[in-house]
């Protein structure tokens, strides 16, 4: 079964975008997959990815721009998945290329960073985003137990970078560092929604606000029925409660000593013993023509539990002096 991590790619793969877009996108893949190379035609620069559709949209990209040779291998990964490991090789205009990714450092190197001289328009901005996803980005399907967007893979620095490049759209990123690597992660399904709509999947959006909207609103309906499952619960224990102390101030006391309103109140609750007090209050006007309301019977049961225990006390007195 494709992800939704697979659908969502796949449809930035086939947005049209503009040249300093594309050149947007590129940096960032490069800067998150790319590195220099030596081989017998010297110095090159290099893209790796077990994506095909990904590792197309870079020839096409690169070819269109730069107008040079490629050449693509593949291996096998030594790992359980064992997917091929393409890899794009450039050898000419290299350091045009790399210039123009804003991929050199000072020192006329590669550079694993964010060079904001390519991303000074929002469109731009977008497309470095939409890079950094297709290099190593994933998120949760919406359906899962939780709203989890990663990229992974970077350096300590870059991290940071791109997480504050992020976060210029409100996005509530954040960077953790690991043992080998660091990522960047959004955990809210809001902000996870904004980034899919920055970089112009319309339809992952579609459905992954589907999903959203769906997986809420069965959460809401089982906080609702916990809640009422909760609520019903507590009304046992506290009828159960009244029904022993009516017990025993029937079986120790003359109940002809009650109040009246006191003898109202035993008389519904044995009458409705699962009932609660706002139901009890409902019924009391088929007993008595006329309403008590829930703070009455609130009171008269809590002289029911006084009664109880005054009896009880008295039993035990006379128990204990024979």
């Avoid at 731009?124 to 919406?142: C, T």
């Avoid at 996005?171 to 899919?196: M, T």
């Avoid at 997986?215 to 009244?242: C, G």
């Amino acid at each position: 079964m494709v992800s939704f991590t697979s659908d969502l790619k796949q449809e930035i793969l086939t947005l049209n975008q503009k040249t300093c877009c594309d050149i947007a996108m590129l940096s960032a893949l490069f800067a998150i997959n790319g590195h220099l190379s030596l081989s017998h035609e010297g110095m090159g620069v290099a893209f790796q990815t077990t994506s095909l559709p990904l590792a197309r949209k870079v020839i096409g990209l690169i070819k269109k721009l730069y107008k040079v040779e490629i050449s693509v291998g593949y291996k096998k990964q030594v790992t359980l998945n064992k997917k091929n490991q393409y890899q794009i090789s450039i050898n000419q205009k290299v350091m045009e290329i790399i210039r123009e990714l804003g991929l050199m450092d000072e020192n006329h190197g590669y550079a694993y960073h964010i060079d904001e001289t390519i991303i000074q328009k929002p469109c731009d901005l977008q497309a470095y985003l939409s890079g950094a996803f297709l290099a190593s980005g994933s998120i949760n399907h919406p359906r899962s137990s939780s709203y989890h967007l990663e990229i992974s893979g970077l350096t300590e620095h870059y991290a940071v970078q791109l997480t504050e490049l992020m976060n210029r759209f409100d996005l509530k990123a954040k960077a953790l560092s690991r043992k080998k690597h660091s990522i960047v992660y959004i955990k809210e399904s809001e902000k996870i929604s904004d980034f899919i709509r920055i970089v112009g999947a319309t339809n992952a959006l579609f459905v992954f606000e589907d999903e959203r909207i769906k997986r809420d609103f069965v959460n809401s309906i089982t906080r609702v029925m916990n809640m009422e499952i909760a609520n019903q619960h507590k009304t046992l224990e506290a009828a159960d409660k009244q029904l022993k102390n009516i017990a025993i101030i029937e079986n120790l006391m003359d109940e002809t000593l009650l109040s009246k309103g006191v003898q109202q109140a035993i008389m519904l609750r044995k009458t409705y013993p699962e009932s609660s007090l706002t139901e009890l209050s409902e019924l009391s006007r088929n007993h008595f023509n006329k309403s008590i309301s829930k703070s009455a019977l609130n009171h008269r049961f809590r002289e029911v539990d006084d009664l109880a225990s005054k009896a009880l006390e008295g039993f035990n007195e006379r128990i204990n002096r024979h």
